[in-house]
């Protein structure tokens, strides 16, 4: 799982906006084209096994490209290839809680107590403090996974207090909202997300159309648990359907679409944004600030907006960034044998050549 010094990633120039300096310098099928020559090469370099990316602009997929093998072996990775996303699950979980919220039916800020409390903390007055806002930006106290703490869910700290990267948290989020509303999550998923932004290849769970499409090996078993956190199957155009769905504040009250930009604990020091600067046009004024907002990684670069979220396993790698104000964004699903993220700074030497969102990433 990826670090928080990954996790602060996703920046951009003072300027103008590394989405827009992109824009105005080259044309996006141009972009597509440089990509055709390079990443078959850094397939073979970096030993990865296949690359998908979708290019989102003016709110809208402007093209797809796939490279490299599904799996060792074929076939080629194409538009049906299904990736296990790893952390770009949590945006997803997070988008049908906020929506659900939207509708009156969970509150952000109310205890989670009432309706549910994992057994492992029954008897920690702490439980009672766990929100959902708390939840998807990362303050829950948590350890990133149970498994840390001894296969127990364990406070690290005081619930509210700072933040910690948590897959538990979104975990504990999700099956509050089973209980609370008394539907299956895949079922709310499914009726609050994968219908309205048109996502008909992705689930939690297993399903008879992921056979002969998986871009890593079958797992073993039939898997029946699904995680909030992690493990989700996707195309890179589904999950391109569902960032331009977020750009668009589908289903969401403005109040919300607000909270979800705005940053509850700023990560960056000062000492990191004097160096994520000096390739700046103009670093004397150059202003860097991230954080977690509802799930999505919100980056401030002047009056610049940039939301992101990363993903990694062993052999997955997973980058999903936009400029929700230009309506611009990039996906990218690379899988391998102890996959790295060299192909994916590559691939962002290219969409987005500025050395200041590059220097905050990984």
Not at 84 to 110: C, F, H, M, N, Y
Not at 262 to 271: A, F, M
Request: with cysteine; proline share 5%; hydrophobic share 35%.
């Amino acid at each position: 799982m990826r670090s928080l010094l990954w996790l602060c990633a996703g920046t951009t120039c003072v300027i103008s906006g590394l989405l827009q300096l992109r824009a105005q310098s080259t044309d996006s099928s141009e972009l597509r084209h440089r990509l055709d020559e390079k990443v078959p090469t850094w397939i073979r370099v970096f030993n990865a096994t296949g690359v998908s990316i979708a290019y989102i602009e003016h709110g809208k997929i402007a093209w797809t490209a796939y490279y490299g093998e599904q799996v060792p072996g074929g076939p080629a990775a194409n538009e049906k290839t299904l990736y296990d996303v790893a952390s770009l699950t949590k945006p997803i979980t997070a988008e049908v809680i906020v929506r659900l919220a939207s509708e009156g039916k969970l509150a952000l800020d109310g205890s989670m107590a009432p309706d549910w409390i994992d057994p492992d903390i029954k008897d920690n007055p702490w439980s009672k403090l766990l929100t959902l806002r708390m939840c998807l930006s990362h303050r829950t106290g948590f350890a990133n996974w149970r498994y840390q703490t001894k296969n127990v869910l364990t406070f690290q700290w005081e619930p509210g207090t700072k933040t910690g990267y948590s897959g538990e948290g979104f975990d504990y989020a999700a099956r509050f909202a089973e209980r609370k509303t008394g539907r299956a999550w895949e079922e709310l998923a499914q009726q609050y997300v994968f219908d309205p932004a048109g996502m008909r290849d992705t689930s939690y769970t297993p399903r008879a159309w992921w056979t002969g499409r998986q871009a890593k090996p079958v797992e073993v078993g039939n898997r029946t648990k699904w995680s909030g956190a992690a493990l989700l199957r996707t195309t890179v155009s589904d999950y391109a359907r569902f960032m331009i769905s977020v750009m668009n504040n589908d289903n969401v009250t403005r109040e919300i679409a607000r909270q979800r930009v705005t940053v509850l604990e700023n990560q960056i020091t000062p000492d990191q944004q004097t160096v994520f600067c000096e390739d700046s046009p103009d670093p004397s004024h150059c202003t860097v600030s991230a954080g977690f907002g509802l799930s999505w990684h919100v980056v401030r670069i002047g009056g610049d907006v940039i939301l992101d979220h990363t993903g990694k396993d062993a052999d997955v790698v997973t980058l999903a960034v936009f400029q929700p104000g230009r309506k611009t964004g990039i996906v990218v699903f690379t899988d391998g044998p102890d996959i790295g993220h060299q192909i994916i700074d590559k691939i962002l030497g290219i969409l987005y050549p500025n050395r200041v969102y590059r220097n905050t990433l990984w």
